[in-house]
């Protein structure tokens, strides 16, 4: 029975749960971009650990400046230096108790706690550029000249205002990004456990390719087509995942070379997934569905009620060394954008469940019109679907004047056309339900590659 594109999934979702392994690898912060955290990571404390000055100025008492002002200036003396990570440097002896005296403080620096200052809180910082500094001529000692009141508080971080302790900055399974750096970074951790990258081999097939050993062959360039699907899926593959990605070559049309590849590569490389593009149909050299019955794969599914891409394959290689292990295998259409939309919406979504990602969540955006059209022109339906199928197609993404989201279908849909494909910036997908799609009808897209 055919299954259809949210079987599919459940069904790859239920798989990669299997196929997921406890294989992870501890690398530094600052190479862990990309990567997928393995473990929830929380503040051990709370930070900032103490009060920490906002600005370069000068910490001081702001209940002794209330009553500054222009023409009634409040002269502070200065006696000491606290720059960030120091302890204070006193220049002079501190005044006698609840005599007014300020210290010059750094951005970062710990505020003095009341009781090293003589029972004097310095609960606030006033900048440089807010007051006037002066130094005596006789004695050296500076002093500053403060000319409006300043707010408790002011410019003074409170411990504890950043992170609460146990705060989680990363989940396990999340995508570590440069803001997750900064964050684990600011609560001392520098080095992380991460998921070791998925080694993916991928195969594209048909002896009517041009290999690229033989590209300068002038004799055989006449008779043979470009390679497109290895190109763009190791491509589309490195930009997406965190993965390394080979190009194992091109399989030529007899069934027993392609078994003989595979069982190779598969046993000599360690790959986690396999993927291969065209061959999957019913013509006479589709014959990866005969080399996976030679390598006594199981099948999980072959042909999808989904356009394009029904000849989707996926199937489970066994262990050739007697290991319980299989290795995922993904057999994709032969025609570029076919074998692009099974990658985007069957391959990329097992890989998310391998890692315990989340799936993408689709944007939502009004369909306006096809790329043949123009808003004057365009009909009431945009387009039909077929019965019963889910449905993917190219789109251009645009907003309107005010923000919201517009998508504008590409109206050639041909699979085996690369031009309107590079066209689109994103995926529509169509559901089952929608049969017939209108002008403003609300659709599903996701990103292009």
């Known amino acids: 029975m055919t299954l259809s594109?949210?079987?599919?999934?459940?069904?790859?979702?239920?798989?990669?749960?299997?196929?997921?392994?406890?294989?992870?690898?501890?690398?530094?912060?600052?190479?862990?971009?990309?990567?997928?955290?393995?473990?929830?990571?929380?503040?051990?404390?709370?930070?900032?650990?103490?009060?920490?000055?906002?600005?370069?100025?000068?910490?001081?008492?702001?209940?002794?400046?209330?009553?500054?002002?222009?023409?009634?200036?409040?002269?502070?003396?200065?006696?000491?230096?606290?720059?960030?990570?120091?302890?204070?440097?006193?220049?002079?002896?501190?005044?006698?108790?609840?005599?007014?005296?300020?210290?010059?403080?750094?951005?970062?620096?710990?505020?003095?706690?009341?009781?090293?200052?003589?029972?004097?809180?310095?609960?606030?910082?006033?900048?440089?550029?807010?007051?006037?500094?002066?130094?005596?001529?006789?004695t050296g000692q500076h002093w500053i000249k403060v000319t409006k009141p300043v707010v408790s508080q002011q410019n003074r971080r409170l411990a504890g205002h950043d992170f609460r302790q146990d705060q989680v900055i990363i989940s396990a399974g999340e995508r570590i990004r440069p803001r997750h750096v900064m964050a684990l970074a600011s609560v001392g951790i520098h080095q992380i456990w991460v998921q070791k990258r998925l080694q993916i081999g991928l195969y594209s097939t048909g002896s009517e390719l041009l290999s690229r050993s033989r590209e300068n062959d002038d004799q055989q360039n006449k008779l043979q087509i470009q390679d497109v699907n290895g190109p763009y899926l190791v491509a589309a593959l490195s930009d997406g995942i965190d993965a390394d990605v080979r190009f194992l070559g091109i399989l030529d049309d007899h069934a027993d070379t392609i078994t003989d590849r595979i069982t190779q590569d598969?046993?000599?490389?360690?790959?986690?997934?396999?993927?291969?593009?065209?061959?999957?149909?019913?013509?006479?050299?589709?014959?990866?569905?005969?080399?996976?019955?030679?390598?006594?794969?199981?099948?999980?599914?072959?042909?999808?009620?989904i356009r394009p891409g029904h000849p989707a394959l996926a199937a489970l290689v066994p262990s050739m060394t007697g290991e319980k292990r299989s290795t995922p295998f993904f057999g994709l259409p032969g025609n570029p954008v076919a074998s692009a939309a099974c990658l985007r919406f069957l391959v990329m979504p097992f890989i998310r469940f391998l890692g315990s990602e989340a799936v993408d969540t689709p944007l939502k955006a009004s369909l306006t019109r096809t790329d043949k059209e123009n808003t004057e022109q365009a009909s009431h339906i945009v387009t039909a679907l077929p019965i019963d199928k889910d449905v993917f197609r190219p789109g251009i993404l645009?907003?309107?004047?005010?923000?919201?989201?517009?998508?504008?279908?590409?109206?050639?849909?041909?699979?085996?056309?690369?031009?309107?494909?590079?066209?689109?910036?994103?995926?529509?997908?169509?559901?089952?339900?929608?049969?017939?799609?209108?002008?403003?009808?609300?659709?599903?897209?996701?990103?292009?590659?």
Not at 58 to 82: D, E, F, R, W
Not at 398 to 410: K, M
Not at 418 to 447: A, K, M
């Open 398 to 449: 645009t907003h309107d004047s005010q923000g919201r989201a517009e998508v504008t279908l590409i109206a050639d849909h041909s699979p085996g056309k690369v031009s309107p494909f590079l066209r689109g910036n994103c995926w529509i997908h169509f559901h089952t339900s929608q049969q017939e799609v209108c002008r403003g009808d609300v659709v599903d897209v996701y990103p292009g590659s």
């Open 5 to 138: 594109y949210s079987e599919a999934i459940d069904l790859l979702r239920s798989q990669a749960q299997l196929h997921k392994a406890d294989r992870k690898e501890q690398i530094p912060l600052n190479l862990a971009v990309n990567r997928i955290s393995s473990n929830t990571l929380c503040a051990a404390h709370s930070t900032p650990l103490w009060d920490t000055s906002a600005m370069d100025g000068y910490a001081v008492c702001s209940q002794v400046t209330k009553l500054a002002s222009p023409q009634n200036p409040i002269m502070i003396p200065v006696v000491g230096l606290i720059a960030a990570g120091k302890q204070p440097i006193l220049t002079d002896p501190l005044p006698g108790p609840r005599s007014p005296f300020c210290v010059e403080i750094m951005t970062g620096a710990r505020f003095p706690d009341p009781h090293t200052t003589v029972g004097v809180e310095l609960d606030a910082c006033v900048k440089f550029e807010d007051v006037h500094k002066i130094q005596d001529q006789v």
């Open 266 to 305: 598969v046993i000599s490389s360690s790959l986690d997934l396999v993927i291969s593009t065209g061959a999957v149909s019913a013509g006479r050299f589709d014959l990866i569905p005969t080399a996976l019955e030679a390598l006594h794969a199981k099948i999980l599914f072959h042909k999808l009620n």
